[in-house]
Structure formats: structure tokens, C-alpha cells
């Protein structure tokens, strides 16, 4: 499930993700980023990975795949901030391992640092 986190910074796109992710939850959320593109805007993303998350459902990772190269490397350079929230150690070590497939700056952050990652996303 994709559910949009409420009161982010002018610019940020906050979501959070719990469950197993379906193609067509990514397919619903496409559209968000690219409205943001087609005016030109820079991507500013704060995503939760909360501790229920269970991984993609079906069609999930063909979706995200298909997102990621339909619209994130396309725009690579729109994209300048990614703030990955979550305490599921498998997920870190993977953003870790392939921090060069991201475009613009990742980071990391437990949890507990949510306010210190719309920040950061923000700056």
C-alpha cells in the first residue's frame, strides 16, 4: 500500500509504504511525478519504509522497474533529493550497495529521524 504522508515542505513528495507493494499501487502513484515533471520541477522524495513493509506484491517489481527507466532515468537530473526512512536493515544495506543506480543525493534514516529527513529532502 502507498499512502501519501500529509504536511511535506513546498517541493516534497512524502510517502509511505506498508505491505506488499502491487503494480498497481505504483501504477496510481505514477502520475504524481510526471505532473511534477512536465512543469519542469525538481523531485524532492521522502519515502517510509515502515516495519510492516513485506517487499513487492504482484507486478510490483516490474512496475518499479518500468517506473525507473520510463521516468526516472529519462529525468535523472530532476531528481535531487531521495530520503529513504526505515528501520528494515535489508533495505539500507540494498540502497547502500546501489546508491549509483539513484539519481541525485540518497540518504538513509531510521524511523526516529523522520522530521531530519523532510528536512533534509527539503534543503
Known amino acids: 500500500m502507498i499512502e501519501v504522508l500529509p504536511d511535506m515542505p513546498a517541493g516534497v513528495t512524502g510517502f509511505r509504504v506498508s505491505g506488499r ?3 498497481d ?3 496510481q502513484f505514477r502520475p504524481r511525478f ?3 515533471l512536465e512543469k519542469g520541477e525538481d523531485i524532492r522524495i521522502v519515502e517510509v519504509i515502515g516495519s510492516d513493509y513485506e517487499g513487492f506484491g504482484p507486478g510490483g517489481l516490474l512496475e518499479d522497474f518500468k517506473m525507473g527507466f520510463g521516468t526516472v532515468y529519462p529525468h535523472h537530473a530532476a ?4 530520503a529513504i526512512v526505515t528501520d528494515k536493515d535489508w533495505v539500507a544495506h540494498t540502497l547502500h550497495a546501489l546508491a549509483w543506480l539513484v539519481p541525485g543525493e540518497c540518504a538513509v534514516f531510521g524511523l526516529d529521524e523522520l522530521d531530519r529527513a523532510i528536512q533534509w529532502a527539503a534543503g
Open 79 to 82: 531528481f535531487k533529493r531521495i
Open 34 to 36: 510526471d505532473a511534477a
Open 21 to 23: 507493494l502491487s503494480g
Open 25 to 27: 499501487e505504483l501504477k
